[in-house]
């Protein structure tokens, strides 16, 4: 990443051919046309890649020259540097960039660079404010730099850490990844037979969130490693993505549930059926009192025949059997019936829990760790 600064570079050093006599002890100054008819520092910037001199309305460069030969050499510049940041944390970085100075010509032997006053020797503008970063600290450091065709040199660090602000990043990504993940919650407490309803929920809650890490992704600089948001973000998504699923889940085993209950519906009907062994192949069923109106109108096409007195009481002894034997297994397969229902709401009552539980242990860990 670049970074641009504006800054008033001011040398100062002792060159006892300009001094001159003075009964007032008064400096001279002069704008930047004495600037190339004297020796001056060679100071460039590392690094930069484009720098200038300001020039409006002329020049703005001041040398003021003191009678012992001091001199004060000072003029603004604005520096567009590289700064190596590390994305890792990001949007929860702190990033330390430094602006390099240097003799070109002039090894350590020649000229030595320092700093006047330490990091007192800077002095920055309290109004500052940057729109993604606080400056939270300026401080001074020098070191030799060494060339292998050339030699040593002096060098000087001009080091700030910029802490990013975070706020613009919970609006506009945090906060919109957690409230799509809450929403994909909804579908547990919508009834499992609404497919629409489920199915549309869990594809936008989806779309979104997807949306969301492209629009991140976009915004940033293409980087090899994870940063912090895309664990955030990519984590939001794979919990979007499992509220899918686990309808996918229950609405599987609500279709073998409804299949079963229509086979034990099936084999119920069947067996409630009285014996018609011995009889005339006709669509004849003879009928009683033991069954109950359901069963007589699951009976459709049948015609009813009059009982004969000789086998009224044969009939009503088979018809008796049947029956309860048909209630005995309607209660077993009932049982199990049941148990289906119970598993497949089970899924939907555990997700309550587990779902928004593991959500914010994954929260936690995740503020706790970044921040």
């Known amino acids: 990443m670049d970074f641009t600064m504006t800054l008033y570079l001011r040398h100062y050093w002792k ?16 704008d930047g046309r004495l600037v190339k008819k004297i020796w001056v520092p060679d100071v460039f910037f590392v690094h930069s890649k484009r720098s200038f001199i300001h020039d409006t309305t002329t020049e703005n460069i001041m040398l003021r020259v003191f009678p012992d030969g001091h001199v004060l050499y000072s003029l603004r510049v604005t520096v567009t540097a590289a700064c190596n940041m590390d ?13 390099e100075l240097e003799s070109y010509a002039y090894t350590d032997e020649d000229l030595m660079l320092y700093w006047k006053s330490g990091d007192e020797s800077l002095s ?7 729109s993604q970063f606080l400056i939270q600290k300026f401080h001074t450091t020098s070191r030799l730099a060494f060339y292998s065709s050339t030699g040593w040199y002096n060098r000087l660090y001009i080091n700030f850490t910029l802490r990013r602000h975070i706020f613009f990043f919970l609006l506009q990504t945090y906060f919109p990844a957690t409230l799509m993940v809450m929403l994909s919650w909804v579908s547990f407490w919508i009834d499992r037979r609404a497919v ?11 779309l979104t ?34 509220s899918v699923l686990e309808y996918a889940a229950v609405n599987y085993l609500t279709t073998v549930q409804e299949r079963r209950e229509r086979k034990l519906r099936e084999r119920v009907r069947e067996q409630s059926l009285p014996c018609t062994c011995g009889m005339s192949h006709t669509r004849t069923m003879m009928l009683d009192g033991t069954y109950s109106e359901a069963d007589a109108n699951s009976l459709a096409g049948y015609t009813q025949a009059p009982m004969v ?4 009481e044969k009939q009503e002894h088979v018809a008796v059997h049947l029956s309860m034997s048909s209630e005995s297994t309607a209660k077993k397969k009932g049982l199990r019936t049941f148990s289906i229902i119970q598993n497949t709401h ?18 936690l860990i995740y503020w706790s760790v970044y921040c």
């Open 15 to 30: 060159d006892e051919r300009l001094s001159f006599h003075s009964t007032t002890n008064k400096s001279m100054t002069f």
């Open 87 to 99: 994305f890792s944390r990001f949007p929860l970085d702190s990033q330390t960039c430094s602006l």
């Open 124 to 130: 920055t503008d309290d109004r500052i404010s940057l």
């Open 196 to 206: 629409p309803a489920r199915v549309s929920l869990g594809i936008t809650t989806v």
């Open 209 to 242: 969130m997807s949306t969301i890490i492209t629009g991140v992704n976009a915004s940033m600089p293409r980087v090899s490693y994870i940063k912090a948001v895309d664990v955030y973000l990519w984590v939001s998504f794979v919990f979007v993505f499992l």
């Open 309 to 312: 007195p000789e086998e009224a």
């Open 346 to 363: 089970a899924i939907d009552t555990y997700s309550r829990m587990i779902f928004p539980g593991s959500y914010i242990f994954f929260n």
